[in-house]
């Protein structure tokens, strides 16, 4: 079975599980099951780990983030080290090993959903929970704009390099914030209503529904995955609530 | 004086996209400037979150301010900016609503309309932060409401006069 041949609905339930179990797991050894599961179920669906080795740098950087905030705030277990006013105690470190487990497991769930449909699959996916189309439709919008903006937001960065503005150190770029945000401010603004212009002239809004050339029909393999893995959180829910009841 | 607290015609609409989009991209530079200057307090991203909800709320209401900030957030969680993203979703959606709650009360002509509606829009979004801060990277919650109250202040006074200059100025230009 291919990754594309799933439902979108199927992998959003597969988002809230990971999610229900990343924040819900406390120990490093279930957040890594979970983790390693999450990768095992990506390689079984797509054969390929590939487009998560951005993620890996970004975790890299993360998780030195949290282990400094660790070391110099956390206050659990036992004093081990001590200079100055700074103070490392025993629990810095496993509480740092969760926070990068969790926090890999957020982003990894994230880019494994956000990236294994296409927009179409999302707007139907969207129809299908009874959103009106005209908001449905918004998720296409998004994606075709975004690398529109970022070349739009690079070409008066560079505009601006050219009347003088330095944009090379931390500093400059912190300078440099409101002259080229000002300008990317104002032709956002007036290419929104250029756009709603133009989409309004060729009949967006004009009917209550519309046809797409495209449906998403649910099978019966997504049924049993998406009941197994509700199954899963029910279980999981009740076995925590039954103590304390 | 009550304005009206939805709009859904198609300006609006593709607006909340494009400038959700507008949001994310500013979000990464100032995302950027913070890890380099203040890792942990995040002050910067904090006010140019403040100051987009806000803005865009002002210039399309709702639901044009809870489309902008879950494009916001989903982009977000789709690139791996940050493990706090799907935090931001609840903090967007939150914040933008107290807005346009608060917005709606007052007739926005003056700088402590702003920064009141700027205070409510703040504080419940950076709650939902401070959630993340504790749940994800284990943060003692003294520390992670320290974090968020510092940025809850700054963004509120700096986003809140910001959102009233640049608002204005949208006003004057007759663009929207």
Redesign the interface.
């Known amino acids: 079975m291919r990754l594309s041949k799933l439902d979108p609905r199927t992998k959003l339930a597969w988002y809230v599980l990971m999610?229900y179990f990343s924040?819900s797991s406390g120990t490093a050894v279930q957040l890594s099951l979970v983790l390693l599961v999450g990768i095992m179920a990506s390689l079984f669906l797509t054969g390929s780990l590939k487009q998560y080795k951005?993620?890996i740098m970004?975790?890299l950087?993360?998780g030195l983030?949290?282990l400094?905030?660790?070391l110099v705030?956390?206050?659990e277990g036992v004093l081990i080290y001590q200079w100055g006013i700074l103070k490392i105690y025993s629990e810095a470190l496993p509480?740092?090993i969760?926070?990068v487990l969790?926090?890999?497991i957020?982003?990894f769930a994230?880019?494994q959903f956000?990236?294994s449909s296409s927009p179409q699959d999302f707007t139907l996916m969207l129809i299908k929970f009874k959103v009106p189309y005209?908001?449905a439709m918004?998720v296409g919008?998004?994606v075709r704009?975004?690398p529109l903006?970022?070349a739009e937001?690079i070409s008066i960065i560079d505009s601006q390099r050219t009347r003088g503005l330095r944009m090379e150190s931390?500093w400059d770029?912190?300078k440099g914030?409101f002259p080229t945000?000002?300008p990317?401010?104002?032709r956002?603004?007036?290419?929104?209503?250029e756009?709603?212009?133009a989409?309004?002239l060729r009949g967006?809004?004009r009917t209550k529904t519309r046809t797409f050339s495209s449906n998403l029909a649910i099978r019966h393999y997504d049924i049993a995955l998406i009941s197994a893995m509700f199954l899963v959180i029910v279980i999981s829910l009740v076995s925590r609530i039954l103590p304390l009841i | 004086m009550k304005t009206k607290l939805f709009r859904t015609d198609t300006k609006a609409l593709v607006g909340s996209v494009i400038i959700g989009i507008v949001m994310l991209i500013m979000m990464q530079v100032t995302g950027r400037i913070d890890a380099i200057l203040d890792p942990t307090l995040l002050l910067l991203n904090g006010t140019c979150w403040a100051f987009f909800t806000g803005l865009i709320v002002l210039m399309y209401r709702q639901p044009a301010g809870i489309i902008a900030g879950v494009v916001e957030a989903v982009v977000a969680m789709a690139t791996g900016y940050s493990p706090l993203a799907f935090f931001f979703l609840f903090a967007n959606i939150i914040g933008s609503i107290v807005y346009s709650l608060i917005s709606s009360k007052f007739s926005m002509e003056k700088l402590s309309h702003h920064i009141l509606a700027m205070l409510g829009t703040a504080v419940t979004g950076n709650l939902c932060v401070m959630v993340g801060l504790i749940y994800v990277f284990h943060l003692d919650w003294k520390i992670a409401l320290l974090s968020s109250s510092l940025t809850t202040l700054v963004g509120t006074i700096v986003a809140g006069i910001l959102t009233k200059s640049i608002y204005g100025s949208l006003q004057k230009s007759s663009l929207l």
């Open positions: 999610i924040l951005v993620m970004i975790l950087l993360l983030q949290i400094i905030v660790q705030f956390c206050r509480l740092a969760t926070g969790k926090a890999s957020i982003v994230s880019m956000f990236t005209r908001f918004l919008l998004g704009f975004l903006m970022k937001y931390v770029n912190l914030i945000f000002l990317f401010l104002y956002a603004v007036r290419r929104s209503t756009t709603a212009l989409m309004e967006y809004g």
